[in-house]
């Protein structure tokens, strides 16, 4: 796989799929858990429902646009070096690493939401099972959502050299505006 990704170069690239999808896969249930909570959806079975098949459907829609994006894109790339050198190269490590990291790009996309979303899902699972009451289901969810966010912030910290707190908190500051947000459309109505 190190030698798949290095002949292609798409170590920052997919690095990129993976924060960015893990962004919104923890975005998204961060809304999905307040808006369920201003709305007055309060039944766990339903919150997790949305979260998860929201999650399922962003890795689905992440592995098959990225997928066939990397792939329509590393295709073209391919023929023009085969053009240049004039040889075809689809058996070769250049043909078998443009056809690999296309999947890769697109397992790394696809799974970073659903993964990054689990656990807002994880309080209403507890509450499911009995071992969390209720009421501290949606204070301990948009907890764990702002978590994700902040190791999201850690990880770009690490791989930007920047300070690791500091970008874990401007992460859970774009967190902390969806609820406030959220909480302001609710009460405008």
């Known amino acids: 796989m ?26 998204t249930s961060l809304g999905v858990v307040i808006g369920a909570y201003v709305t007055g959806i309060f039944e766990p079975r339903a919150v997790v429902g949305v979260i ?30 085969e053009e240049a050198m004039l040889m075809n190269l689809e058996d070769t490590i250049h043909g078998r690493a443009s056809r690999f990291v296309s999947v890769f790009s697109g397992i790394v996309d696809g799974s970073a939401p659903l993964l990054a979303s689990l656990p807002a899902v994880l309080p209403f699972l507890l509450a499911i099972l009995g071992l969390m009451p209720v009421e501290f289901t949606f ?9 994700t966010l902040f190791l999201l912030g850690v990880f770009l910290g690490r791989i930007s050299k920047n300070n690791v707190v500091y970008s874990g908190i401007k992460m859970v500051v774009a967190g902390v505006a969806v609820a406030l947000l959220a909480l302001l459309l609710n009460g405008a109505h």
């Open 2 to 27: 190190g030698g798949y990704l290095r002949v292609t170069r798409a170590k920052k690239i997919i690095r990129r799929y993976f924060a960015m999808n893990a962004f919104d896969g923890a975005m």
């Open 52 to 81: 998860i098949v929201g999650g399922i459907a962003m890795a689905i829609s992440g592995f098959s646009g990225t997928y066939m994006t990397e792939s329509a894109e590393r295709s073209k790339a391919l023929d023009e070096i």
């Open 139 to 147: 204070v301990a969810s948009i907890g764990s959502s702002l978590a």
